[in-house]
């Protein structure tokens, strides 16, 4: 049933089971999947019901003074109610009506609105929060249907990209996209880049497994949440899969021509932030057949600033092939990527914790930390 959640959806089902288990429950109800979406804190469900002013103290009081508290803590499995059941179809059905081929926790929120009798939707009543009210805001949160007609309008006009790349922006708004940790100095100094008129395209330089790839997602998810300059709202951060661009390019010049229809797409999207991993493969790494050509394809669109991007490379990569080519340098401003502490790294595990425990089925430790 849970394939199609996102993991953000999943964690509420994993954080609605403790949230019964902390009131002594032996069933999930829907109180307790509203009790779940508030403690997940994070995605479009929380920040909804949120901003109508519904915190987690105030709804666990209504529900201990509704249905109260069980004897002793639940152990073991815990089942869901025929209504919480039919929370979770009505979520399907939501997420079908709007065209989304996964279940958010926005999905969640507005069939927990449309089952309606409940007692999540009588604790949101004497919340003072209508169900009307509450769909309303959710709505406001995705952006609206036009939002998401607008997002596939887009994509559609990006069909090669589309094909040989992955859309981080749109990863980041269905959930699939980790939280990124310890890396606000890096990515606020992307965007700061990205903001600027000329030199606009930053080079993450850092050793293999630093976690360069994380920083385009770190930039795709302040996208998704509005936390980003005007100049950079409502862009899209796709990912180009280089393996896919090669693979099948029989014939000499036919890389190149895909390439040349990407660029093409993107200059007349006009809304894309394009993310090469180990750029150093594209400009003219090893002895690879066509390289140059490729660095001869994208350095005029560079130049005329038809393509923005950002690369990713290691040190020894980037001084070997990107500063030999005073032409493309130009075009490009290094960002360093270093390794994080022992300590940034313990926060990030910890930062981590609660999707690998929804995703595993487990509880991890400080200590295995």
Request: proline letters at 3%; hydrophobic letters at 40%.
């Amino acid at each position: 049933m849970f394939g199609r959640f996102t993991e953000r959806a999943q964690r509420v089902m994993v954080l609605s089971q403790e949230e019964a288990r902390r009131l002594g429950h032996t069933v999930v109800g829907t109180e307790h999947i509203l009790l779940g979406l508030i403690a997940e804190g994070e995605d479009v469900a929380a920040r909804a019901l949120l901003s109508l002013g519904i915190s987690i103290d105030q709804v666990r009081s209504e529900v201990e003074r509704i249905i109260g508290r069980g004897e002793k803590p639940t152990e073991g499995p815990i089942g869901f109610t025929p209504r919480s059941k039919r929370v979770l179809e009505l979520a399907f059905d939501e997420a079908r009506r709007l065209g989304h081929t996964y279940i958010g926790t926005e999905h969640l929120l507005l069939g927990l609105i449309r089952e309606g009798e409940g007692v999540a939707a009588q604790v949101l009543y004497n919340l003072g929060a209508d169900l009307d009210k509450v769909r309303a805001q959710v709505t406001s949160q995705m952006g609206g249907g036009a939002q998401a007609k607008t997002q596939k309008a887009r994509s559609g006009k990006t069909p090669t990209l589309d094909q040989y790349g992955r859309d981080l922006t749109a990863m980041a708004r269905e959930g699939k996209l980790d939280p990124v940790i310890g890396r606000e100095k890096e990515i606020q100094r992307v965007i700061q880049i990205l903001s600027r008129r000329t030199k606009n395209n930053p080079v993450l330089i850092g050793e293999p497994g630093v976690g360069k790839t994380a920083i385009a997602e770190g930039l795709a998810l302040k996208i998704n949440s509005n936390d980003v300059p005007e100049t950079l709202t409502n862009k899209r951060v796709v990912a180009l899969d280089l393996g896919s661009l090669v693979a099948g390019s029989k014939f000499r010049g036919e890389f190149e021509e895909r390439l040349k229809k990407v660029i093409e797409e993107i200059r007349a999207a006009g809304d894309v932030i394009l993310f090469i991993d180990e750029m150093h493969t594209i400009i003219g790494a090893g002895a690879a057949e066509g390289a140059i050509d490729a660095a001869n394809i994208l350095k005029p669109a560079l130049a005329r600033g038809e393509l923005q991007a950002i690369g990713a490379t290691t040190l020894d990569e980037y001084q070997k092939y990107v500063e030999r080519d005073a032409a493309l340098e130009r075009r490009f401003q290094p960002v360093m990527v270093d390794e994080p502490t022992v300590d940034e790294t313990i926060d990030i595990l910890k930062g981590l914790r609660d999707r690998y425990e929804a995703h595993h089925r487990v509880k991890i430790q400080d200590e295995a930390i």
